[in-house]
């Protein structure tokens, strides 16, 4: 708990600084557009909320170092590994020039130091001939680094309201540090109290006054870190399984497929081009309608944060039911299949005006 107190207190006090003095860098820090597409907020705000999150990721692990020199070690070494992942966003915060397919490749990098550094890697799923497979690296080292940079790129996705990212992230790292206690591992444990409580430090200026973003680099940063100890606690302790890590972190992954599917064979367009119907921007539009028409700051404020709270009551249908039944592969699988049903029932329901009544704020 100490180690979630000082992330805390030095996330809270980088990010109050970054906001404090944001007249003195927005001109390259601040999120100005408020006309895109994927864009709600109605004022330049600072997107480089992930500095605070990392100082107290570094500050918390360098001061464990007097107790538990072992643990810190690993979770500073993972937090380098980190760094291209994290930088490649954050450069992007700052000069809007690096490509989706540059931060791709950082994250995939990242994940290859994570595993030539602390060997971390994907070596079971509870399938038989693919947990054979999984026994070469030259299977389990590519899996390990799509699942990386897919997870990275899910949070990133995301992001997209104030509280959203930085709350479901807080939620999968509790669920994390849960089953890490459970199997008495100390690394994920630690780290994972730790994000809490740097991640915690942003949330207070981000939810609910949009305050400052999180950003590129916070977003993928907070990806590659829930990816790597997920797999990290899967790989040291075979009593947990493999399908836990996959219900827990299955509403941002699911995002990604649902949104690749959507574009490349409904809408027929690539990808990677941004648009406006991803779930969380359909309840923004459609379910906080009471504040549509609304110009003002206040009421776009209002309405930006009242969206996540839905967003984070649908990651809860899958963490808590991860939490619980950790140990079960045919629960936690059977969890998945009911996730994925529900998520596309409920898409369908808000993309063709049939929202059930009892979803819809009003005011």
């Known amino acids: 708990m100490l180690s979630l107190a000082i992330a805390l207190v030095v996330s809270f006090i980088a990010t109050l600084l970054i906001v404090r003095y944001a007249h003195v860098h927005s001109r390259f820090s601040g999120d100005s557009d408020v006309a895109g597409v994927?864009?709600?907020?109605?004022?330049?705000?600072?997107?480089?909320?992930?500095?605070?999150?990392?100082?107290?990721?570094?500050?918390?692990?360098?001061?464990?170092?007097?107790?538990y020199p072992q643990v810190s070690r690993d979770i500073l070494l993972l937090a380098t590994c980190g760094l291209p992942a994290f930088l490649s966003g954050f450069i992007e915060d700052l000069t809007k020039r690096?490509?989706?397919?540059?931060?791709?490749?950082?994250?995939?990098?990242?994940?290859?130091?994570?595993w030539f550094v602390l060997d971390?890697?994907?070596?079971?799923?509870?399938?038989?001939?693919?947990?054979?497979?999984?026994?070469?690296?030259?299977?389990?080292?590519?899996?390990?680094?799509?699942c990386v940079a897919g997870m990275a790129n899910a949070v990133n996705i995301i992001d997209g309201f104030n509280g959203l990212a930085a709350m479901v992230a807080m939620i999968m790292f509790?669920?994390?540090?849960?089953?890490?206690?459970?199997?008495?591992?100390?690394?994920?444990?630690?780290?994972?109290?730790?994000?809490?409580?740097?991640?915690?430090?942003?949330?207070?200026?981000?939810?609910?006054g949009g305050l400052i973003f999180l950003g590129d680099g916070g977003a993928y940063f907070l990806g590659f870190m829930l990816a790597?100890?997920?797999?990290?606690?899967?790989?040291?302790?075979?009593?947990?399984s493999p399908w836990?890590?996959?219900?827990?972190?299955?509403?941002?992954?699911?995002?990604?497929?649902?949104?690749?599917?959507?574009?490349?064979?409904?809408?027929?367009?690539?990808?990677?081009?941004?648009?406006?119907?991803?779930?969380?921007?359909?309840?923004?539009?459609?379910?906080?309608?009471?504040?549509?028409?609304?110009?003002?700051?206040?009421?776009?404020?209002?309405?930006?944060?009242?969206?996540?709270?839905?967003?984070?009551?649908?990651?809860?249908l899958?963490?808590?039911?991860?939490?619980?039944?950790?140990r079960h592969s045919l629960v936690l699988a059977l969890c998945c299949v009911a996730f994925m049903v529900t998520y596309v029932w409920l898409y369908l329901r808000i993309v063709r005006f049939k929202v059930p009544r009892w979803l819809i704020y009003k005011k």
């Open 228 to 240: 790597e100890i997920a797999v990290l606690l899967v790989m040291r302790n075979p009593q947990v």
């Open 318 to 326: 899958a963490v808590i039911p991860a939490t619980v039944f950790w």
């Open 98 to 114: 690096v490509t989706p397919t540059v931060r791709l490749v950082c994250t995939m990098f990242a994940a290859l130091l994570a």
């Open 38 to 67: 994927q864009k709600f907020h109605v004022r330049p705000v600072p997107r480089i909320g992930g500095v605070g999150i990392l100082a107290g990721l570094i500050v918390a692990a360098t001061a464990l170092g007097f107790s």
């Open 120 to 146: 971390i890697h994907i070596n079971r799923i509870d399938i038989g001939i693919a947990d054979r497979a999984l026994m070469l690296a030259a299977v389990s080292v590519p899996l390990t680094v799509l």
């Open 244 to 316: 836990y890590p996959a219900l827990m972190v299955i509403y941002p992954a699911f995002e990604v497929c649902f949104s690749i599917y959507r574009k490349r064979f409904v809408r027929g367009i690539s990808p990677g081009i941004p648009d406006g119907v991803h779930l969380h921007m359909l309840v923004y539009k459609r379910l906080m309608r009471w504040a549509a028409g609304a110009r003002t700051a206040s009421a776009l404020t209002q309405r930006n944060s009242l969206t996540s709270p839905y967003l984070w009551l649908l990651c809860l």
């Open 174 to 208: 509790a669920s994390l540090g849960y089953v890490g206690f459970q199997v008495q591992d100390p690394v994920v444990l630690t780290t994972s109290m730790i994000m809490v409580g740097a991640i915690l430090g942003f949330f207070i200026f981000n939810f609910p």
